[in-house]
């Protein structure tokens, strides 16, 4: 492969790391997302990795159960797992990775240190960052946008368990129109539920462009690294 970006954040929502029956992770997925993180790292490609951690726990369903401070530290803690996981399996493969997480848990990973990831990035680790931006109330969205303004990434990656960007939830109306381009302001304006407004201002006002696309299609990583145009496009 001929990678078009030479580095890139990958943002991995938690679901897309289901199986169709409900477990929280499915091996065979992150095995195939690992496998094309590989392919990439190996071609030259810096890869940082934000997961997401909505396959375990989700803060903002718990609502009034609990108090929100609380449900997003929860959530956090979840984003971890899952990292661990996708550590794992990469380096069971051969590569090497370091896992950094915004609260500090010294026992299994690096607390975040911005100059340590550059560093590791430059070295052809795979960095997965975990924890979201260690604060309640920010998405893993807008830590994956906080993380590529700091790593000076040419390209967020949002892998998702749909193809792209809809004007209306495609597993609900089959009739849903995907979007091959738009600008920041027009997923802010359409409300369009990809990022939230946060991340999506955070990349518009670095000029940050975002790749949606699904994670589980054929070789779906390796070609938006090549720059193909699969999925969609969100930029200026």
Known sequence: MQPK???????????????????PLDFEIISNVTDQIIEIAQAGVEVGIIVGGGNIWRGARVG???????????????????????QENIEEKGLQTRVQTAIEMRQIAEP?????????????????FACGTGNPYFSTDTAAALR??????????????????????????PNAVRYTTLSYLDVINRGLAVMDNTAITLCM??????????????????????GEE???MIQV
Do not use: Q, W
């Open 5 to 23: 970006y030479k580095r890139v954040i990958m943002k991995i929502s938690g679901e897309a790391l289901c199986s169709a029956k409900n477990r």
């Open 64 to 86: 009034a159960h609990m108090d929100r401070t609380t449900a997003d530290y929860m959530g956090m803690l979840a984003t971890v797992i899952n990292a661990l996981a996708l």
């Open 112 to 128: 975040y240190i911005r100059r340590k990831a550059v560093k590791h990035l430059e070295k052809g680790r795979v960095v997965i």
């Open 148 to 173: 590529a303004a700091e790593m000076e990434v040419e390209l967020i990656m949002l892998a998702k368990n749909v193809d792209g960007v809809y004007d209306s939830d495609p597993r609900e109306n």
């Open 205 to 226: 006002d670095n000029s940050i462009p975002i790749n949606v696309f699904g994670v589980n299609e054929e070789k779906s990583i390796v070609r938006v690294v090549s």
């Open 230 to 232: 699969i999925g969609t």
